[in-house]
């Protein structure tokens, strides 16, 4: 089963600063098989990006994604207000998901 | 407009059976499969298993293998997750999401259920 760590666990930054999210596999993904969620509290997650960099359907561009192998990377340009939520990747391998732990990304 | 509305809230004993179901609307149900994830209490998020509702193959994460039964009724797109008998560490939320087909290369939930309520105690 792949593993995948988020760091950090929180991330405590302010409206209009960039964030940058990391997700690290314990082995290789393929990127076309690496996906972003953001969930607010309350709600369901929403797909964010897809294939490590594809932004889904209706997803500002100041969502992006990146990386490959083993290390991924979701960066929000600029902060909006609405952005603070948890974040989670996920993979697909071995005809099996996992989905990272979280980064809860709050307002400092 | 794609939709996935499951079922609403339970509460039941532990030993009881149960099953919550997820229809899907505004596109075609048997050409996409179906997805189960658990999130307990203030955790994360957990793949279940998943399942096509065009021919019922179904797979489990080895975690929840045996644990639940997952199913699908194409003729009325609904697809649904089942206990024999719960315990009252199955108390979570549940929710269904899309998968497009395998053949498309891509691997995403695109679209959630708003999520069921599962509480087990006595």
Partial sequence: EIVLTQSPGTLSLSPGERATLSCRASQSVSSSYLAWYQQKPGQAPRLLIYGASS???????????????????????RLEPEDFAVYYCQQYGSSMYTFGQGTKLEIK | ?????????????????????????GYSFTNYWIGWVRQMPGKGLE??????????????????QGQVTISADKSISTAYLQWSSLKASDTAMYYCARHPPYSSGWVRFDYWGQGTLVTVSS
């Fill in chain 1, 55 to 77: 932004r889904a359907t209706g997803i500002p561009d100041r969502f992006s994604g990146s990386g490959s192998g083993t290390d991924f990377t979701l960066t929000i340009s």
């Fill in chain 2, 1 to 25: 407009e794609v939709q996935l509305v499951q079922s609403g809230a339970e509460v039941k004993k532990p030993g009881e059976s149960l099953k919550i179901s997820c229809k899907g609307s």
């Fill in chain 2, 47 to 64: 793949w279940m298993g998943i399942i096509y509702p065009g021919d019922s193959d179904t797979r489990y994460s080895p975690s929840f």
